[in-house]
C-alpha cells in the first residue's frame, strides 16, 4: 500500500521583519503559494494543508487548492514554534477525521527555491534510508571560524593543519527548505527531527530563504535565471499558440448590468507579439470560451483567433500541417486544464506563473509572469533573444 503522505505549511498571520510576509507577492504569485504548488504537484503527497489564523492567508491558501486548518491565538504569536503549528495540525485531523498520515513533509513558505522533483526526491530518499526524519540543506565549502566570548577559533578545520578543500569532510548546512518525518517524532520529541535522521542534498542556489524586504528581490532574479536557463532551443519556434483567458488576461472579467464584459489585458503583450510577428514568428489565439471581446483583442493585435473549441489539439495540429511545422517549431502558452493536451503535444510547452499545479508541473517553461500581467511579452523577449544568440 502506499503511505498516506500529509504536507503541512505553517503560515501566521503576524511577521515583524517584513509585515505580512507569506503573501508578500514573489514573481507573480504570494509567496506561500510557491510551497503549496510545489507540494500539490508531488505524485506522493495527497494532501496540503495550511495552517494560519489568517483570514486572507487562509482564503489565498483555499485558492490554490491547500486545506485550511485554522490555528488558536495561543499558539499564532512571535515566540511559537513550528512545532506547536504541526502537532496542533495533526491532532486536529485526528479528532475530527481519525486521519494519521504516515509521513509528514514540513515546509516552509518563506523558501520558495526548489526544483520539480525535489519534494519527491527528499521523500524517496527517506524511504530508501529507511530513516524518521530528514531534514534538506547545502554542502559548506571553505574553512569556517565561529567567534565566542573568548574570541575566533576554527571550527569546521585546523588552521594549523590546513587541508585541501577536496580532501576535508562534508559539511552541511540545514537549508529549512524541506522537512520530512514520520508523526511518532514530532510527538513524542516534540520536534522535527528525530530517531534516524537523513539528508536531502540541495543546491546552495535553492537554499535561500526570506527574511528581509531585500531577499525578495533576490529571490526574483534567481527565479529568472533558473528558469531561462532550462528553457528549450528557441530558435526553431515558428508558431507560437496562446490560450486567451488567463494568459492574455489575468482570468477576472468585468461584467456590467447588462451583462457585457470586458478583460484586463496588458500592453507589453501586443509589443511582444507585434515584434514576434516581424520576425516571421506567427502566433494564434485558440479559446474555448466564445466571446466577443476575445475576438476584439485579436483583431487589435492582427492576429488568427479560434473560439469555442471544445478540442484545442485538433484545431492546433491542423494549423501546423498547414504550415508543413513539426511540433518542435510551435510553442503553446496555457494556464488551466483544459491546455495540458496542447502543452504535451508542442514541442515548447510554456505555463504563466499563476498557472494551475497541474500545468506548472507539466510545463517546460515556468514563465516569471502570470497571465494579463506580461507574460507573453517575456515569452516574446526569449524567443527574439534566442534568435539573436544564434
Given amino acids: 500500500m502506499q503511505p498516506h503522505i500529509l504536507a503541512i505549511i505553517p503560515a501566521r498571520g503576524g511577521s515583524k521583519g517584513i509585515p505580512r510576509k507569506n503573501i508578500r507577492m514573489l514573481a507573480g504569485k504570494p509567496l506561500l503559494v510557491w510551497s503549496i504548488e510545489a507540494a500539490r504537484a508531488t505524485p506522493a503527497i495527497e494532501r496540503v494543508v495550511v495552517s494560519t489564523d489568517d483570514a486572507e492567508i487562509g482564503a489565498i491558501a483555499q485558492q490554490y487548492g491547500a486545506e485550511v486548518i485554522w490555528r488558536p491565538a495561543e499558539i499564532s504569536g512571535d515566540t511559537a514554534t513550528s512545532e506547536s503549528a504541526l502537532v496542533h495540525a495533526l491532532d486536529y485531523l485526528r479528532a475530527t477525521e481519525q486521519y494519521e498520515p504516515d509521513l509528514v513533509v514540513f515546509l516552509q513558505a518563506t523558501s520558495p527555491l526548489r526544483e520539480p522533483d525535489d519534494l519527491q526526491n527528499a521523500i524517496d530518499t527517506l524511504q530508501h534510508e529507511q530513516a524518521d526524519s530528514l531534514f534538506s540543506a547545502c554542502s559548506v565549502h571553505g574553512f569556517v571560524w565561529r567567534r565566542d566570548r573568548n574570541g575566533l577559533f576554527s571550527l569546521t578545520y585546523d588552521y594549523r593543519h590546513r587541508q585541501r578543500r577536496q580532501d576535508a569532510p562534508e559539511d552541511l548546512m540545514e537549508n529549512g527548505s524541506i522537512y520530512v518525518f514520520k508523526p511518532w517524532v514530532l510527538r513524542e520529541l516534540n520536534n522535527r527531527l528525530g530517531g534516524k535522521i537523513a539528508v536531502y542534498r540541495m543546491s546552495v542556489r535553492n537554499s535561500f530563504q526570506v527574511d528581509e524586504l531585500d531577499d525578495l528581490v533576490l529571490m526574483e532574479q534567481l527565479m529568472s535565471a533558473r528558469t531561462k536557463s532550462n528553457v528549450p532551443d528557441l530558435t526553431k519556434i515558428k508558431l507560437l499558440a496562446l490560450d486567451f483567458d488567463g494568459v492574455l488576461t489575468d482570468n477576472r472579467v468585468l461584467v456590467d448590468q447588462e451583462g457585457k464584459e470586458a478583460v484586463w489585458c496588458d500592453r507589453g503583450d501586443g509589443w511582444g507579439i507585434a515584434r514576434l510577428k516581424a520576425h516571421g514568428v506567427r502566433v494564434v489565439i485558440l479559446s ?66 499563476d498557472a494551475h499545479p497541474t500545468v506548472l508541473a507539466t510545463a517546460q517553461i515556468v514563465l516569471t509572469k502570470p497571465g494579463g500581467r506580461g507574460a507573453v511579452r517575456e515569452v516574446a523577449d526569449w524567443i527574439l533573444q534566442e534568435g539573436q544568440d544564434e
Fill in 288 to 353: 474555448t470560451e466564445t466571446n466577443p471581446v476575445v475576438a476584439a483583442r485579436a483583431r487589435k493585435l492582427e492576429v488568427e483567433c479560434w473560439q469555442g473549441l471544445p478540442d484545442k489539439l485538433s484545431l492546433l495540429k491542423e494549423i501546423a500541417n498547414k504550415y508543413s511545422l513539426h511540433p518542435d517549431q510551435v510553442a503553446f502558452v496555457g494556464n488551466d486544464v483544459n491546455d495540458l493536451e496542447c502543452l504535451r503535444w508542442a514541442g515548447v510547452a510554456i505555463a504563466v506563473a
